[in-house]
């Protein structure tokens, strides 16, 4: 919005009309009473410049303009997301011949949730979602004697961060 201001150094106005042309190009007209020395203008495009024309009615005249052209102030910037967090250390504890704890530390910030994924015996890619609270999750359904690479990512709004691997 833009606050417009006037003065009537001498006489007096019936009313008073502004004028400008919104984002579309469409002209708008705004009337004032006789009293008014202000104006707010709102719905306006952030970041935009705009011409105000400022006539005084009379009778049936009218007189001026007077005008100001602005720019109206930039949006308000969105606020500056903290430091990201950061995954620790992935280590594999009670590990048994179908399936393994997995557990993992966050040094600093907190995620939103985690995904871990590994390839099952078939090479086949799975996905573990596990939720931001946790720190440990079991991987079940895996084959005895078999090595797996299991990749821990952290979620942070919309932002994936990691792998820590174990």
């Known amino acids: 919005s833009v606050q417009l201001e006037w003065s009537v150094?001498?006489?007096?106005?019936?009313?008073?009309?502004v004028q400008y042309i919104d984002v579309q190009g469409q002209p708008q007209e705004l009337h004032?009473?006789?009293?008014?020395?202000?104006?707010?203008?709102?719905?306006?495009?952030?970041?935009?410049?705009y011409k105000f024309?400022?006539?005084?009615?009379?009778?049936?005249?009218?007189?001026?303009?007077?005008?100001?052209?602005?720019?109206?102030?930039a949006a308000p910037a969105q606020e500056e997301p903290p430091f990201p967090p950061r995954l620790g250390e992935l280590t594999a504890s009670h590990v048994s011949p179908d399936s393994v704890q997995l557990e993992w530390s966050v040094p600093e910030g907190s995620f939103d949730s985690f995904t871990v994924?590994?390839?099952?015996?078939?090479g086949q890619p799975q996905v573990v979602p596990v939720d931001g609270g946790s720190r440990t999750?079991?991987?079940?359904?895996?084959?005895?004697?078999?090595?797996?690479?299991?990749?821990?990512?952290?979620?942070?709004?919309?932002?994936?961060?990691?792998?820590?691997s174990t």
Do not use: C, M
């Open 32 to 49: 004032f009473d006789s009293g008014s020395r202000t104006a707010t203008v709102s719905g306006l495009l952030p970041s935009h410049p």
């Open 137 to 164: 999750v079991t991987v079940p359904g895996l084959s005895p004697s078999r090595r797996y690479k299991f990749n821990l990512y952290g979620v942070w709004g919309r932002k994936r961060l990691g792998p820590i």
């Open 9 to 17: 150094p001498e006489g007096t106005f019936d009313s008073f009309t």
């Open 117 to 122: 994924q590994y390839k099952d015996a078939q």
């Open 53 to 73: 024309n400022l006539y005084g009615v009379w009778g049936q005249t009218r007189l001026g303009p007077i005008s100001a052209d602005t720019i109206t102030a």
